[in-house]
Nanobody, 125 residues
Framework: QVLLVESGGGWVQAGGSLRLSCAAS????????MAWFRQAPGKEREFVAT????????YYADSVKGRFTISRDNAKNTVYLQMNSLKPEDTAVYYC??????????????????WGQGTQVTVSS
């Protein structure tokens, strides 16, 4: 059974930082591309960042480029999202997602088979 468990969410003032983690089990982590998506109240889920299996390729939504950094530790089966200079519009539930084995990093949510339960990030102005 594949399990993705996010942690690190919380409340922060605008301009602050948070680091999200997503621990994976039940899959061969190093064979899967990983991504972060988010969903704000009343809005559709949107792509945030993705990282290739080796960690060599990373892609970001324009709205977070230069502020967020995605990384992974294949030895720990964990993907991270470092979020700096947070803005109130970053408030959302953040989800990590994994492709099937040998999947490629992509912004398309439909290409990810496995999803975590989400962690809430709230940024106050």
């Amino acid at each position: 059974q594949v399990l993705l468990v996010e942690s690190g969410g919380g409340w922060v003032q605008a301009g602050g930082s948070l680091r999200l983690s997503c621990a994976a089990s039940g899959l061969t982590f190093s064979r899967c591309a990983m991504a972060w998506f988010r969903q704000a109240p009343g809005k559709e889920r949107e792509f945030v960042a993705t990282i290739s299996r080796s960690g060599g390729d990373k892609y970001y939504a324009d709205s977070v480029k230069g502020r967020f950094t995605i990384s992974r530790d294949n030895a720990k089966n964990t993907v991270y999202l470092q979020m700096n200079s947070l803005k109130p519009e970053d408030t959302a539930v953040y989800y990590c997602a994994a492709t099937p084995p040998f999947g490629t990093a992509t912004t398309a949510s439909g290409r990810y088979d496995y999803w975590g339960q989400g962690t809430q990030v709230t940024v106050s102005s």
